[in-house]
Protein backbone atom coordinates (compact mmCIF):
# COMPACT_ATOMS: atom_id res chain seq x y z
CA UNK A 1 0.00 0.00 0.00
CA UNK A 2 1.37 3.06 -1.13
CA UNK A 3 1.71 6.27 1.58
CA UNK A 4 -0.69 8.82 1.05
CA UNK A 5 0.37 12.34 0.45
CA UNK A 6 1.17 14.99 3.00
CA UNK A 7 -1.29 17.21 2.12
CA UNK A 8 -4.73 16.47 0.08
CA UNK A 9 -5.28 17.14 -3.61
CA UNK A 10 -7.28 19.16 -4.08
CA UNK A 11 -9.03 20.41 -7.52
CA UNK A 12 -6.98 23.03 -9.60
CA UNK A 13 -10.03 25.08 -9.86
CA UNK A 14 -13.24 25.16 -8.89
CA UNK A 15 -16.14 27.51 -10.26
CA UNK A 16 -17.86 28.39 -7.86
CA UNK A 17 -21.12 29.52 -9.92
CA UNK A 18 -21.08 26.10 -10.80
CA UNK A 19 -20.85 25.03 -7.38
CA UNK A 20 -23.18 26.87 -5.79
CA UNK A 21 -26.83 24.66 -5.49
CA UNK A 22 -28.40 22.13 -4.11
CA UNK A 23 -26.39 19.14 -2.70
CA UNK A 24 -27.88 15.60 -1.71
CA UNK A 25 -25.14 14.01 1.01
CA UNK A 26 -24.48 10.31 -0.20
CA UNK A 27 -21.99 9.89 2.70
CA UNK A 28 -19.90 10.77 5.02
CA UNK A 29 -17.48 10.28 7.89
CA UNK A 30 -18.79 10.97 11.32
CA UNK A 31 -19.45 14.51 12.58
CA UNK A 32 -19.57 14.53 16.39
CA UNK A 33 -22.25 18.04 15.90
CA UNK A 34 -24.42 15.47 13.59
CA UNK A 35 -26.32 12.55 14.79
CA UNK A 36 -25.50 9.10 12.35
CA UNK A 37 -29.05 8.57 12.38
CA UNK A 38 -30.30 11.87 10.33
CA UNK A 39 -31.74 11.30 7.38
CA UNK A 40 -32.40 13.42 3.82
CA UNK A 41 -29.23 15.55 4.49
CA UNK A 42 -28.75 18.33 2.13
CA UNK A 43 -26.37 21.19 1.57
CA UNK A 44 -27.64 24.30 -0.24
CA UNK A 45 -24.67 26.99 -1.43
CA UNK A 46 -25.39 30.66 -2.39
CA UNK A 47 -23.71 33.50 -2.87
CA UNK A 48 -23.50 36.55 -0.84
CA UNK A 49 -23.66 40.30 -1.16
CA UNK A 50 -19.83 40.58 0.39
CA UNK A 51 -18.77 37.52 -1.45
CA UNK A 52 -18.76 34.99 1.32
CA UNK A 53 -20.87 31.83 0.52
CA UNK A 54 -24.35 31.07 2.42
CA UNK A 55 -24.00 27.57 3.75
CA UNK A 56 -27.92 26.17 4.78
CA UNK A 57 -27.61 22.43 5.75
CA UNK A 58 -30.86 20.39 6.74
CA UNK A 59 -31.60 17.23 7.27
CA UNK A 60 -34.24 14.80 9.50
CA UNK A 61 -32.63 14.01 12.79
CA UNK A 62 -32.97 11.03 14.39
CA UNK A 63 -36.44 11.77 16.25
CA UNK A 64 -37.59 12.62 12.75
CA UNK A 65 -37.57 16.31 13.31
CA UNK A 66 -36.16 18.81 10.30
CA UNK A 67 -32.49 21.03 11.44
CA UNK A 68 -31.08 23.27 10.29
CA UNK A 69 -27.71 24.97 10.43
CA UNK A 70 -26.85 28.16 8.81
CA UNK A 71 -23.09 28.85 8.17
CA UNK A 72 -21.01 30.74 6.10
CA UNK A 73 -17.51 30.11 3.60
CA UNK A 74 -15.13 32.12 2.32
CA UNK A 75 -12.92 30.76 -0.26
CA UNK A 76 -8.85 31.03 0.28
CA UNK A 77 -6.66 30.83 -2.52
CA UNK A 78 -6.70 31.25 -5.64
CA UNK A 79 -7.79 27.64 -6.82
CA UNK A 80 -11.23 28.87 -5.14
CA UNK A 81 -11.04 24.75 -3.76
CA UNK A 82 -10.02 25.22 0.12
CA UNK A 83 -13.03 26.89 1.90
CA UNK A 84 -13.05 28.12 5.75
CA UNK A 85 -16.54 27.47 6.87
CA UNK A 86 -17.97 28.19 10.13
CA UNK A 87 -21.55 27.85 11.50
CA UNK A 88 -21.20 30.16 14.62
CA UNK A 89 -23.31 33.04 15.41
CA UNK A 90 -22.35 35.67 12.81
CA UNK A 91 -21.05 38.19 15.91
CA UNK A 92 -18.63 34.92 16.89
CA UNK A 93 -17.11 34.38 13.62
CA UNK A 94 -14.39 37.03 14.25
CA UNK A 95 -13.36 34.47 16.61
CA UNK A 96 -9.93 32.92 15.77
CA UNK A 97 -9.44 29.23 15.45
CA UNK A 98 -13.27 28.88 14.80
CA UNK A 99 -13.17 28.09 11.14
CA UNK A 100 -13.28 24.62 9.48
CA UNK A 101 -11.74 23.60 6.72
CA UNK A 102 -13.46 22.43 3.82
CA UNK A 103 -11.19 21.28 0.55
CA UNK A 104 -12.88 20.11 -2.49
CA UNK A 105 -11.03 17.30 -3.68
CA UNK A 106 -12.34 16.51 -6.84
CA UNK A 107 -15.70 17.55 -8.49
CA UNK A 108 -17.46 15.76 -11.88
CA UNK A 109 -16.97 18.04 -14.66
CA UNK A 110 -20.78 18.95 -15.48
CA UNK A 111 -20.63 19.56 -11.43
CA UNK A 112 -23.08 16.48 -10.35
CA UNK A 113 -20.57 15.13 -7.65
CA UNK A 114 -18.23 15.99 -5.13
CA UNK A 115 -16.00 15.19 -3.08
CA UNK A 116 -15.24 17.10 -0.02
CA UNK A 117 -12.54 16.29 2.53
CA UNK A 118 -10.16 18.26 5.70
CA UNK A 119 -7.05 18.56 5.57
CA UNK A 120 -6.38 16.02 8.75
CA UNK A 121 -8.78 13.37 7.00
CA UNK A 122 -11.45 13.27 9.83
CA UNK A 123 -13.98 14.63 8.09
CA UNK A 124 -15.37 13.74 4.24
CA UNK A 125 -18.47 14.05 2.45
CA UNK A 126 -19.40 12.52 -0.65
CA UNK A 127 -22.21 14.73 -2.74
CA UNK A 128 -24.08 14.92 -5.30
CA UNK A 129 -27.28 16.97 -7.09
CA UNK A 130 -29.70 13.68 -6.90
CA UNK A 131 -30.42 11.64 -4.22
CA UNK A 132 -28.72 8.78 -5.50
CA UNK A 133 -25.61 7.59 -6.93
CA UNK A 134 -24.44 4.60 -8.98
CA UNK A 135 -22.48 2.44 -7.05
CA UNK A 136 -19.87 2.92 -9.89
CA UNK A 137 -19.67 6.40 -9.65
CA UNK A 138 -19.74 6.28 -5.67
CA UNK A 139 -16.93 3.79 -5.61
CA UNK A 140 -14.75 5.62 -8.24
CA UNK A 141 -15.06 8.88 -5.97
CA UNK A 142 -14.51 6.58 -2.84
CA UNK A 143 -11.38 5.07 -4.28
CA UNK A 144 -9.98 8.43 -4.57
CA UNK A 145 -10.60 8.94 -0.88
CA UNK A 146 -9.15 6.28 0.30
CA UNK A 147 -5.83 6.94 -2.08
CA UNK A 148 -5.76 10.22 -0.11
CA UNK A 149 -5.74 8.22 3.26
CA UNK A 150 -8.82 8.33 4.54
CA UNK A 151 -9.94 5.91 6.89
CA UNK A 152 -14.00 4.91 5.23
CA UNK A 153 -14.26 2.22 7.73
CA UNK A 154 -16.34 4.51 9.95
CA UNK A 155 -17.90 6.01 6.70
CA UNK A 156 -22.24 6.81 7.35
CA UNK A 157 -24.60 6.15 4.31
CA UNK A 158 -27.36 8.86 5.11
CA UNK A 159 -31.00 7.80 3.97
CA UNK A 160 -32.07 9.91 1.20
CA UNK A 161 -35.89 9.83 -0.03
CA UNK A 162 -34.98 12.89 -2.30
CA UNK A 163 -37.20 15.04 0.04
CA UNK A 164 -35.80 18.39 0.94
CA UNK A 165 -36.64 19.61 4.55
CA UNK A 166 -38.78 22.81 3.17
CA UNK A 167 -38.63 26.35 5.23
CA UNK A 168 -42.09 25.30 6.27
CA UNK A 169 -40.82 22.38 8.10
CA UNK A 170 -38.48 24.27 9.71
CA UNK A 171 -41.20 26.44 11.08
CA UNK A 172 -43.54 24.09 11.94
CA UNK A 173 -40.87 22.29 13.81
Do not use: H
Not at 8 to 18: G, P
Not at 48 to 74: H, L, M
Not at 107 to 125: E, I, K, Q
Amino acid sequence: MSTPPQVIATVAQLDLDRYLGAWFEICRLPLKWEDAQARDITATYSLEADGSIKVDNRCIDEDGKPDQAIGQAVPTGASKARLKVSFLPQYLRWLPFTKGDYWVMQVAPDYTVALVGTPDRANLWLLSRTPNLSDEVRGDYLSSAAAQGFNLATLITPLQSGNVVSDAALTRA
